[in-house]
């Protein structure tokens, strides 16, 4: 199909279509003339995907061209495609972040986590931190109490993870990694109001 | 004490906090000439907590100011006060969504929402729609289970407002809020690692 018709399919206007294109979000299509290029099934999947990525996803261009760059990687173990999403999407922890409280509160839970994940544990580091600075002490106990359930969280996730094939695995790790994010905070947030009028009242 | 003492005590230079003056994320001082003023602790606190916003909050200077109107402001119930923090912090919805999925899962669910929260449900909507459109099916009772562990994460946070001091109360939500939120996801990236080190090995 023409750009024009790839606009039509997917609700795309045409000049968003072209801005993806020269920002490497798309792949070029097949080209017929000097001014026309052709464009296939693949190119609606990839343009939800892009759609999907900066609206639900909430990432930047940048951001989603990492992600999509993983996506059309190659790996190797489930190990290595959970790394790759979640560093696509953590923002690189700043320099000399000391993360002793949060290796001794990973370790404290019993978690094993990848040797290679700086990232994360920094922003374990500096949430914990920015509470702190906030002056913002959490209630004794709840620290454990989130940590337990989002391992309740996790360990369903990883469980549905797809075993039959690589392609699979990376694209419900990557997606799952970067568009379940918003999906959990607006729960949170509803289930706080359910709570909020279950225990004061309407 | 002095804008350059206030600049030591915090460890934030002083350009950075004539930017955060004149951005109305500070008061004023109290004026003891025409280009000095004098600053007090709760200067230093107001800091921290700016801080603590833009920094592990991830606040914009548009959302912390938003977020600091709001700890500035009366408020009557925790109700009003939960409904306040949480339309801070969420993204106004883009018109003319449909809530219809969102409302029939809240109901599903049994909870009871603040009718005044659109927004919110909009947050929800828009990120299953976002997994959706991305062509990602959650596997059959996923969905559930997210609702039922940010119930539990909702509860134990709902049961721990200081209920003494509305200001306690606001100071509560609002930063719990804001600041939480890295947390979880930080929390859920790491559980993950630990979850998949179980399931697929080393």
Same mark, same amino acid.
């Given at each position: 199909?023409?750009?024009?018709?790839?606009?039509?399919?997917?609700?795309?206007?045409?000049?968003?279509?072209?801005?993806?294109? =020269?920002?490497?979000?798309?792949? $070029?299509?097949?080209?017929? !003339?000097?001014?026309?290029?052709?464009?296939?099934?693949?190119?609606? =999947?990839?343009?939800?995907? @892009?759609?999907?990525?900066?609206?639900?996803?909430?990432? !930047?261009?940048?951001?989603?061209?990492?992600?999509?760059?993983?996506?059309?990687?190659?790996?190797?173990?489930?190990?290595?495609?959970?790394?790759?999403?979640?560093?696509?999407?953590?923002?690189?922890?700043?320099?000399?972040?000391?993360? !002793? =409280?949060? $290796?001794?509160? @990973?370790?404290?839970?019993?978690?094993?986590?990848?040797?290679? !994940?700086?990232?994360?544990?920094?922003?374990?580091? @500096?949430?914990?931190?920015?509470?702190?600075?906030?002056?913002?002490?959490?209630?004794?106990?709840?620290?454990?109490?989130?940590? =337990?359930?989002?391992?309740?969280?996790?360990?369903?996730?990883?469980?549905?993870?797809?075993?039959?094939?690589?392609?699979?695995? @990376?694209?419900?790790?990557?997606?799952?990694?970067?568009?379940?994010?918003?999906?959990?905070?607006?729960?949170?947030?509803?289930?706080?109001?359910?709570?909020?009028?279950?225990?004061?009242?309407?």
């Amino acid at each position: 199909m023409r750009i024009s018709q790839l606009a039509e399919t997917t609700g795309v206007p045409v000049a968003t279509i072209k801005y993806y294109l =020269r920002e490497g979000l798309l792949p $070029e299509g097949e080209r017929t !003339s000097a001014t026309q290029a052709r464009y296939g099934d693949n190119h609606v =999947r990839r343009l939800r995907l @892009v759609r999907a990525l900066l609206g639900a996803g909430g990432l !930047s261009v940048a951001g989603a061209r990492a992600v999509l760059g993983q996506l059309d990687g190659e790996h190797e173990t489930v190990a290595e495609v959970l790394g790759v999403a979640q560093s696509a999407v953590t923002t690189t922890a700043p320099e000399g972040v000391d993360l !002793s =409280r949060a $290796e001794a509160l @990973v370790a404290g839970w019993g978690w094993t986590i990848d040797p290679g !994940s700086a990232d994360v544990l920094a922003a374990l580091e @500096v949430a914990v931190d920015g509470l702190e600075a906030a002056g913002f002490e959490l209630p004794d106990g709840t620290l454990d109490g989130y940590a =337990r359930s989002m391992a309740e969280v996790a360990e369903a996730e990883i469980a549905g993870i797809p075993v039959d094939s690589v392609d699979a695995a @990376v694209q419900y790790v990557v997606l799952g990694t970067v568009l379940v994010e918003p999906l959990l905070l607006a729960l949170r947030r509803l289930a706080q109001q359910d709570a909020s009028w279950r225990r004061f009242g309407p």
